[in-house]
């Protein structure tokens, strides 16, 4: 009964979709240019509809309402609540319902936010984002109805994946969702500035707003989900270069472009034309990712639940809307003032597109890295493997010159600037970086010919963000950012060159020696959880002064019959102590893997300072 | 068929055996195995799975170590068997030129067209 509610009311949300597309294109024809109060009602009534079909599918997950079809595949009487809950989201069906909520909640948003701007503007943004609306509309009823009945009603659901029963991972999918829908509304603003041309500073200053709660969901969405890698999937990694990774990468490389882009053209009014084609690129690729990810072409240990017959619906939708877009570009491309001034080289313009150009190269990198062995395997029918190396070849050298960009770019003034005389002080801050990295390189070695520069230019940008911090009149929130980024590069940097590691087979009662600790494997413990068995190893870790107690786990869930392996971590500022363990067939084995992670939780602090950056710049006003 | 199952007979009698000796050897199985896929595991490498086929290839590279293989010739050897799909670093080829080298022009090309957009007067 309760799961038909959610079921009719996505339906009358269909029909309002269709309302409002074919209202909007005939005030549009009409010329009538008023965004009537009517069509404001018409989305609030969708968005609760929408809201409430979600808040159904929340209640059938709770109640374990077998009769639905999705919750018999992804839930289980015996899972705790907190995870019947987030269950809600961590299947197919569910996360496009939720796909939708924040589709419907961001144009509600952006109806009320964009109130100041032109009404044609306004207009036409609604109808491009409500075709999204309708895709995805038609998308869910037709090929992945939550709401599917199954009779007779079955006693017991099949249970969730318990790898995914995790507290980060039960709020990682939201997180980033809200990230990668975001950039619709980007999108279909950008299509509706470029009809009704007006492409211009005050478009600018609105669409940033969108630009950066995107860019700042995405960041943390990604984070997330690489922390939940770290201590989940038992590699000890944070960040393998794995295609469902790339795939959520792509839109943040593509985005951060974007901001810089829109930063420059609300100040300075240029680039337009290259902002609209960012904000049409972001959207694909946020589109395209889904699609990679639900179709199950992609090989990756993060796709859980994929259908190739659905995998060819969502490819449809993406081609009809790129192909409305690139036409739509093309065709109005006219209404963009063109802007026949040239850029000077010294000028934070340039630096703009300086960044954008090695944005889109990380971009081509791992585009390209993700879709080639896809290509090549259906027109040749040869599969490779395309990994870290590849990467790593790839951009490291080009990260380098992007870093020293990356220190000066921001402090060269807009317009033109001279080439100021470089004082003592900008040499000595060259200098330190030098002699740091000299000393470090002495002291541990290197044996990875690129680390060496990587390092002294990270510290490079790390010191001259530090300095520009007591500057006058700086913009707090991107020095924090470009701080956050050296931090970023160089906590990685440092954890992959001391990263120690020792993994052999133990018994309980063994002891193991490894650099100048002992690993004591001291005793295992079994007990009963709610829907799972839980071995928890106790080991120590002892060395001169002090010992250090860790207990991972592993668990053996029931529904369905899983095994994962927990790892324990201990974090200090300085290194994680990481310690997993695994059941190996001879008896009484265990593979132990004990791994020291220096500046671990720097990393995660990093990208934490580059989403700061983002909110700040959101709360200010205008500057 | 029939060799690759004795081989992995073998395998398994020394996965049995086998004492995981120096760590230097296996600080160099490590590294090795980090650039090679699972073949039977959603996109996990050897190193990091726990499966029985990384298992067994882990005992495998070990050996190849101590018979003073290096690591070329260790992943020749594992291309040869299993072929390119397994090696996460692909090598440049007629296949795989273009995986190296679109970026790259992409790169070239963007810096020519900052290059005219911007005056340098």
Not at chain 1, 269 to 294: D, E, K, N
Not at chain 1, 483 to 504: D, P, R, Y
């Amino acid at each position: 009964m309760v799961n038909q509610l959610g079921n009719y009311s996505l339906y009358i949300a269909l029909l309002i979709s269709i309302f409002i597309i074919i209202k909007t294109s005939l005030s549009f024809r009409n010329s009538s240019n008023v965004l009537s109060g009517n069509i404001f009602s018409l989305i609030s009534v969708q968005s609760l509809m929408v809201i409430i079909s979600f808040l159904t599918l929340i209640y059938a997950f709770v109640t374990s309402d077998f009769s639905n079809e999705t919750v018999y595949n992804n839930s289980h009487t015996a899972k705790p609540l907190f995870y019947k809950i987030s269950g809600t989201w961590g299947n197919h069906e569910g996360s496009l319902l939720l796909w939708l909520l924040v589709l419907t909640i961001f144009l509600f948003l952006f109806v009320i936010d964009s109130k100041n701007l032109p009404q044609k503007y306004r207009i036409l943004t609604l109808f491009f984002q409500e075709i999204i609306i309708f895709g995805f509309l038609l998308f869910i009823l037709f090929t992945s109805n939550p709401f599917a009945n199954i009779f007779p009603i079955p006693s017991e659901g099949t249970g969730l994946n318990p790898i995914l029963q995790d507290p980060a991972l039960a709020i990682h999918p939201p997180i980033l969702y809200l990230g990668y829908v975001g950039t619709s509304i980007i999108f279909s603003s950008a299509l509706g500035a470029i009809i009704s041309g007006s492409i211009n500073k005050s478009w600018a200053s609105h669409i940033k707003r969108w630009v950066l709660i995107s860019w700042v969901f995405l960041s943390i969405g990604i984070l997330l989900g690489s922390i939940w890698a770290y201590y989940e999937l038992g590699w000890g990694g944070f960040w393998f270069w794995d295609p469902v990774e790339n795939v959520s990468l792509m839109p943040w490389l593509c985005l951060t472009a974007l901001l810089h882009t829109v930063f420059t053209l609300e100040k300075r009014g240029t680039f337009q034309s290259w902002a609209i084609i960012l904000s049409i690129t972001t959207f694909s690729l946020s589109m395209s990712g889904t699609f990679l990810v639900r179709s199950g072409i992609l090989n990756s240990i993060h796709t859980f639940a994929n259908d190739p017959s659905r995998g060819v619906f969502i490819l449809c939708f993406l081609f009809v809307l790129i192909f409305i877009s690139i036409f739509i570009y093309f065709f109005y491309q006219k209404t963009i003032t063109v802007d026949s001034t040239k850029t000077f080289l010294m000028s934070k313009e340039t630096a703009v597109l300086i960044n954008n150009l090695f944005m889109m190269f990380f971009l081509s990198v791992v585009l390209i890295g993700t879709v080639y062995p896809i290509f090549l395997e259906v027109i040749n029918n040869e599969k490779i493997s395309i990994g870290p190396p590849f990467y790593h070849k790839l951009i490291i050298p080009f990260l380098i010159p992007f870093l020293f960009f990356m220190a000066i770019g921001p402090n060269i003034k807009w317009i033109k600037d001279k080439m100021g005389k470089i004082n003592l002080k900008d040499i000595f801050i060259f200098i330190i970086p030098i002699v740091i990295s000299y000393i470090f390189v002495n002291k541990f070695g290197v044996s990875y010919l690129l680390s060496l520069p990587l390092f002294i230019f990270s510290l490079f940008l790390f010191f001259v963000t530090i300095r520009d911090f007591f500057g006058k009149n700086i913009n707090i929130s991107q020095k924090i950012s470009h701080f956050g980024f050296s931090l970023l590069i160089l906590s990685i940097l440092l954890n992959g060159v001391l990263a120690k590691e020792h993994s052999s087979n133990m018994r309980v009662g063994d002891e193991i020696k490894f650099l100048d600790k002992i690993i004591q494997f001291q005793n295992i413990e079994v007990i009963k959880k709610q829907n799972y068995q839980t071995l928890i190893g106790k080991f120590n870790i002892v060395d001169e002064n002090n010992s250090l107690s860790l207990k991972p786990e592993i668990r053996i869930y029931d529904q369905p019959q899983t095994i994962t392996s927990e790892a324990d971590i201990s974090s200090t500022i300085f290194a994680d102590n990481f310690l997993v363990f695994n059941i190996i067939k001879n008896d009484g084995f265990y593979n132990v893997r004990y791994q020291i992670k220096p500046f671990m939780i720097w990393i995660w602090i990093s990208v934490l300072l580059i989403s700061l950056g983002g909110i700040l710049s959101l709360k200010k006003k205008n500057v | 068929m029939n060799k690759m199952k004795i081989l992995l007979k073998l395998i398994i009698i020394f996965l049995i055996f086998q004492n995981f000796s120096s760590a230097e050897t296996s600080q160099k199985v490590d590294k090795i195995s980090k650039n090679l896929r699972c073949l039977i595991c959603q996109g996990q490498s050897v190193y990091d799975s726990q499966s029985d086929f990384a298992l067994s290839m882990k005992i495998l590279i070990q050996n190849k170590i101590d018979e003073g293989k290096n690591d070329e010739q260790i992943y020749d050897f594992l291309k040869n068997k299993y072929g390119e799909w397994i090696v996460y670093d692909p090598e440049i080829n007629k296949n795989t030129i273009l995986l190296w080298v679109l970026p790259l022009i992409l790169f070239v090309f963007g810096g020519i067209l900052i290059y005219r957009k911007v005056s340098i007067k």
